[in-house]
């Protein structure tokens, strides 16, 4: 299948933003009775769902809106200076030129990924950021482009790096592509059954074309 509109998540997928998400977690987490997050902890983490992470850590539901937004902000001071993830640069232009229309839909802050894309210089590629506050509900976010640029579903395609990127694709019915470099291991993506299971940005060129 050749798709016309490719939707990214942000974090994890195109910027390399875990290590200083821990690192803000760790310093927020004692505000909230929260523990921190070992170094050596990461890569077994990968395999946890954000709902069984939540209940590894301990963290009530009701803290979540109050940490994101925290988080959030923290992070605004520092991403202008994180890295694309390893061999994006090379391919968002080309794919860029292969489909209609190119958009980033994530949980972070609008004003954080225009920062982190304007630095980078890659800001003029993207027709739209959008944003969700909250960690489930993409799904509705999806369902709104799609209706906005009269869209057909098939002909889209979300990427992502989490279980919940995959889970809010199928629930909107739209393609979805899971990148086995980010937040969730490759296993985890693969038991979600995504369309596609991506190991590397320069499969992304194999995804588009006219």
């Keep these: 299948m050749s798709y016309r509109t490719i939707i990214f998540d942000f974090d994890g997928t195109i910027a390399d933003t ?6 803000i977690f ?16 990461v890569e ?14 301990d963290i009530p539901k009701t803290r979540v809106p109050m940490f994101l937004a ?33 958009g980033i839909l994530t949980s972070n802050a609008v004003v954080n990924v225009e920062l ?12 739209f950021v959008s944003s969700t506050s909250k960690l489930t509900g993409k799904s509705r976010y999806l369902n ?11 002909e889209m395609l979300y990427l992502g790096d ?15 592509a899971g990148v086995s470099w980010g937040f969730n291991s490759r296993e985890t993506l693969e038991a979600e059954e995504p369309d596609h299971l991506l190991d590397s940005p320069a499969e992304f060129l194999n995804l588009a074309g006219h």
Aim: proline residues 3%; charged residues 30%.
């Design 116 to 127: 982190f894309l304007e630095s980078h210089g890659l800001r003029g590629l993207f027709d």
């Design 44 to 57: 077994g983490l990968r395999h946890f769902t954000i709902k069984q992470l939540m209940h590894h850590l």
């Design 144 to 154: 709104a482009v799609r209706k906005q640029y009269a869209l057909v579903t098939a």
């Design 162 to 176: 989490e279980v919940r990127d995959m889970k809010a694709a199928r629930k909107a019915g739209v393609p979805s």
């Design 70 to 102: 925290r988080g959030t902000m923290m992070m605004r001071g520092s991403i202008a200076g994180l890295a694309l993830i390893e061999g994006m640069g090379e391919v968002l232009g080309p794919l860029r030129a292969r489909v209609d229309r190119f």
């Design 26 to 41: 760790n310093q927020i987490a004692p505000d909230y009775g929260i523990r921190r997050i070992g170094k050596e902890e």
């Design 18 to 23: 875990m290590e200083e998400s821990r690192r």
